[in-house]
Nanobody, 121 residues
Framework: QAQLVESGGGLVQPGGSLRLSCAAS????????MRWYRQAPGKERELVARIINGGATNYGDSVKGRFTISRDNAKNTVYLQMNSLKPEDTAVYYCNADLMTLGSIIYVTYWGQGTQVTVAS
């Protein structure tokens, strides 16, 4: 019924910036909360940031002040602007969103396929 596709990952030097995008497509009626998670090798997946439909945001302690989540409801897209990147930010970043699709009366959580972010000199 729907899918999430991330883009924007890559290799960046410490102190650099990257912008991730995640576009939702399909027979979407409504999108509630959208989130970014990340998972580093050997570690559990952790919540990086989340944003509700009205725009309120929350961030993980490790990224506060450096990362900014935003969304464009007209494009069904969520962004993650990552500044002052550190080697410990290296991980696969996953988009996650609560979608209501055509024919449904509930929100279902969808995941993207992930995009690799590597911070190294």
């Amino acid at each position: 019924q729907a899918q999430l596709v991330e883009s924007g990952g890559g290799l960046v030097q410490p102190g650099g910036s990257l912008r991730l995008s995640c576009a939702a497509s399909g027979r979407i009626l409504s999108i509630n909360m959208m989130r970014w998670y990340r998972q580093a090798p050997g570690k559990e997946r952790e919540l990086v940031a989340r944003i509700i439909n009205g725009g309120a945001t929350n961030y993980g302690d490790s990224v506060k002040g450096r990362f900014t989540i935003s969304r464009d409801n007209a494009k069904n897209t969520v962004y993650l602007q990552m500044n002052s990147l550190k080697p410990e930010d290296t991980a696969v970043y996953y988009c996650n969103a609560d979608l209501m699709t055509l024919g449904s009366i509930i929100y279902v959580t969808y995941w993207g396929q992930g995009t690799q972010v590597t911070v190294a000199s």
